[in-house]
């Protein structure tokens, strides 16, 4: 009954092995994917929630990229749009329930010739609880304002790291001149 399990448990690995899925962010720093990411500086975003992203954005990028590169080669511009709805409504017409979204056009340009290499959008909401403290209330939408940019920022990266994966953000002399076969 072991052998069976152990045989069973080889097979299924050399199965997953074949899929052809690798690591993301494989060969760490020196990796493409770090490589590309290294190079990407964040320009300034308007008013609050764009100093969240920006600062949430940064973070993220430094942390791919070891606190190292230039960022000067390509950069990411950001438009973000926040907007909070009440939808929860007392008889009295009192709001007790809003939702807050925040929603990203961002752009991955080439600093150096100008062109668009990648266009993307990314989406967050988050619910709060309107109660008879304004105070309270402002800390939510506040509260939720954070957390919403930390996951758009979230988006951002990941989006820009498949993006340097499938061998985006490199320039004709950086490209490989062969693209290897697939694994069966």
Avoid at 13 to 25: A, E, H, I, T, W
Avoid at 85 to 106: H, I, N, P, S
Avoid at 114 to 137: F, K, P, R
Wanted: with cysteine; hydrophobic share 40%; net charge neutral.
């Amino acid at each position: 009954m072991r052998n069976l399990l152990i045989s069973s448990l080889v097979a299924a690995s050399l199965l997953v092995g074949g899929c052809g899925l690798r690591p993301l962010y494989a060969n760490g720093s020196r990796g493409a994917v770090a490589t590309v990411l290294a190079d990407v500086s964040v320009a300034p975003i308007e008013g609050h929630s764009g100093w969240l992203v920006r600062n949430a954005l940064r973070d993220r990028l430094q942390a791919t990229q070891g606190g190292q590169g230039a960022g000067k080669r390509l950069r990411l511009d950001v438009r973000l749009e926040d907007s909070i709805t009440g939808f929860g409504v007392r008889a009295d017409d009192a709001v007790t329930r809003e939702r807050r979204t925040l929603r990203a056009r961002y752009q991955l340009v080439d600093a150096a010739s100008g062109e668009v290499l990648l266009d993307a959008t990314a989406a967050q909401d988050a619910g709060i609880d309107v109660v008879g403290s304004e105070y309270a209330t402002i800390a939510a939408e506040s509260s939720a304002l954070e957390r919403l940019a930390s996951g758009i920022s979230d988006q951002i990266v990941t989006r820009l790291a498949v993006f340097a994966d499938r061998g985006g953000g490199r320039t004709a002399t950086e490209a490989p001149a062969t693209t290897p076969a697939p694994t069966p």
